[in-house]
């Protein structure tokens, strides 16, 4: 039968039942054809024998992960029927596949380079040779926008059809930022300079990243921690929630020119990340998050201050808000802006607060909870409009709920700094597993895999950002819309360009 | 002659009051008053850099635009003090004095080739053409009311003792305000501060320019502002006051001209740019009922 594991839970790699490709892709379409399953991360790494696929489908009604498995022999033909024919979602990881390991998709609709690595299917494509799709007309014009960014964010090129203002598509071409993270996780040895990788995927997800990897190494390690290391990880993970989308809502009154809001919430989100340097020396939480146990403890006095901080906080915000929410002029730039359906965003298998706005809500947290969420709950929130105000309007929300999260968990938990252990960088890994965890950070899911060999030792690494599964969305949401609203668009999804390229 | 001079004299400050305005609400600290001075000075020792797909267009358009809008200024009386020139129907060859600095900024925009200043022009020329009903209705209407139509003239006669005055230089005040703000690019039509090119509208056009002719656009944004504010602080400056309040009403006017762009730029988003033609209609809109009004308060039409 197939496969169910529990989010952070390991598993011995001969368990691993390896269907036919036939078998495999009926279960597939099957089990993702329901609406409460998406797929968290479908890879293939070199195994003896050829090339082992392997697929995690998180189900939300049951809350677990079905795994499923394939296996490409070395003297098959490396052509594969393409799944995303039935299942869209799955295009990304096809292109994916694709692109590392030279398999050829049969009828894949899209079947682009997604990030030019160096071991691509087609070595000599290189990245100014992206297929971009055209219209040949006389109407219409292209726009064609970065890679260079105008601003200071990351790069990536934006390629408009255009009907005068009207933008007809828009094909998003990324992979300027691929550092090869996961042959890294491999290539280095010592779990400290993994650390500081998981930490670097994304850098606006530091402790995201970081709590995917430590809960992924600790259950192979197959030990127990404390409860309290637990807590504290998720208590870092919501107040980086909270600052970045505190940062986002001001990014979006920048793009909307509203000064006020731009200038009030962006001193907010300072009050945040200096907490996040109070407590562990870096406003962005790197080091805060080690395997094993912690060098920055959660105190009494921590937590006092982080009362005052909240308590500060929550009188500006709510203040700011009221004035910034209200305001008929950021309602009417955002409002009908980059609609994006239901049924797209389910088509697209998206994740985190992006689909959360288009009705479907899709929360690690309370779907695939891990300790400190199974002990406090947490209520997630969803909106149905699915446009640029949606977004905006959810994260205002997320921010309080979160809020609420840290005052419950700060109400019913003793903190006390002979609780944790110190970090512990040589923890001895199962041999030959298979683990997966899973983390709401603050854009959605994260998900790492990781492979032992039969000395235990890393012998693959599975990074999926959420923006793997919402770059998409962002093109749809453009479709006849106006071209001067694709910033504000951007913004309101903030998905990662280097979580992405990887 | 006297009020070029003071039209030229309060220019440059524009832009730097309107910065203190907005850097002051949003709690920040900003450099002087006379920064956007050093700014265009800094330009002017730089030379300017030509894409080889520019043709001499591009290269002249700058200057062009200057001219245009300082020529423009020369028509601008300050309550009783004459402008520079004054003819029958000057208001006119103004409006269209500007609008020919903006048609070359235009077509230079296109000479570049970029699909951004291409967008940034064709947005350009649809506000502009969407704004002259605005000025030309109102001016009918000063013209309709005071039976003058030179500038001066208009000016002059303006403050004869009826309540339609009051009216009339409130919703003029109102309606010239925002002219002042589409032709400058400001708030809710654009965002001068934005890094977000696809929704620009002015400085998408300016994006090739650079080192003296960048700092020529810049000069003639600031007396365009001027000019406007000018034009607004006759609406209040009455010509029997003496001289000297005159004058400093006028710089008040200014001021405070240059304070409420602020204000108005803190405390709004911008317009989404679909929505910008139904905006600026709405003007011309205002226009419209201030000449009908004028029309029938004057008697030129009588309803039955």
Redesign the interface.
Known sequence: MMLRLKNNQSVDLDKLEILAYDAFSSLAIALLTEEANHCAAYFAYKHELGLQFIMAIADDTHHDLIILSHLLKKEDNKTLESLTQSIFALHIFERELHENFGIEFKNHPWQKPVRFPQNGANPNLQINDYPFYTIKSKEL?????GPIH??IIEPGHFRFICN??KVLHLEIQLGYQHRGVEQLFLDKKQNLQRHLLAENIAGDTVIGHSNVFVKLIESLSDKEFSEQLQIERSLALELERIAIHTGDISAL?T??????G??VFG?LRTLIINFMQFWCGNRFGKSLVRMGGTHFPFTEALKQELRTVLQAFETQFEEMVCLAYR?P??Q??FDF?GILTKRQAQLLGMVGISARVCDLPRDIRVSHPDFAYQKFTYQTLSLEKGDVFARFLLKKRDIRNSIAWIKTVLDNFEFSETNCEKPNYNLALKPNSFAISLTEAWRGEICHCALTDKAGALKHYKITDPSMHNWKALELSMRSM??????INNKSYNLSYCGHDL | MMSLFFILITAPFFVGIILKV?AK????KLPSILQPFYDVARLFKKGAIYSTTTSFIFKIAPLVYFVSVLMAALFIPIGSLKGFLSFNADFVYFAYLLAFGKFMMIIAAMDTGS??E??GA?REALYSMLIEPAFFILIASLALFTDNNSFYGLFLNLHISTNLSYILGLAAIYVLMYIAMIENSR??ID?A???????MVHEVMVLDNSGFDLALIHIATWIKFSIYGTLISNFIIQNEWPLALQIGSFFFVQMAFAGVVGLL???????????NPQWIIMLSAIAIVLFLTTLIITQKIILY
């Open positions: 014009h292209e726009v064609g926008v105008a601003g005068g203002e009154c793009d909307a020119a509203y000064l006020l731009a200038s001193t305001l002029s950021i009417n730039r802006s106006e071209i001067s609203d694709f910033p | 907005k609400f949003a709690a920040r699909s951004f291409g967008m064709n708030s809710p965002d501060k934005t890094h977000l090119e696809l929704t730029e803190s405390f709004r988003a911008r317009n989404k740019l679909e929505k």
